[in-house]
């Protein structure tokens, strides 16, 4: 029973403070960027996608979130012309994301102080115990991408 009890412990720990990390990210990229922590995460993907960007679809399971929300997040970067809808040549039903030129200068400067962010709220932490800590994660990592997958963790 204490097992049980000890592992909600940790997963309500595990969601105040990554909830509160985000919440402090989200503030910091707002007042310095102007940018939610989602529309940071939309950029982040698109940045890590290349010149080839990505389509809807692709976007929208990197963020594990739905179309919808994906249409809802891009629009204002859109907007802003941080980030482009091309429609793919192959199936016009398609839409492709990709960062604009504007777009991929400001995500370099958020990425920097990001990492900046990053390095101070584990700043705390020597490397072994911030390697330990993802090793951790990584255990509770596989049975959730599982459970998420549809399929049985191995």
Do not use: C, Y
């Not at 080839?52 to 809802?72: C, F, I, K, M, P």
């Not at 705390?124 to 998420?148: E, F, T, V």
Request: hydrophobic residues 45%; proline residues 1%.
């Amino acid at each position: 029973m204490n097992d049980i009890l000890d592992a909600v412990r940790a997963w309500l720990q595990l969601l105040r403070i990554a909830g509160g990390l985000k919440k402090s990210m989200d503030a910091r990229l707002r007042g310095r960027f102007g940018v939610s922590i989602s529309r940071f995460d939309v950029m982040s993907a698109l940045e890590r996608a290349g010149a080839d960007g990505l389509r809807a679809g692709e976007l929208s399971q990197r963020l594990r979130v739905t179309e919808g929300n994906t249409t809802q997040v891009t629009a204002p970067l859109i907007r802003d012309g941080l980030v482009k809808r091309i429609t793919d040549r192959e199936d016009a039903r398609v839409a492709i994301f990709k960062l604009t030129k504007k777009g991929e200068t400001l995500f370099a400067e958020m990425a920097e102080e990001h990492r900046r962010w990053v390095a101070e709220a584990f700043s705390g932490l020597s490397s072994a115990q911030i390697d330990s800590m993802r090793k951790l994660l990584d255990k509770i990592a596989i049975p959730a991408d599982a459970a998420n997958s549809g399929k049985d963790a191995a």
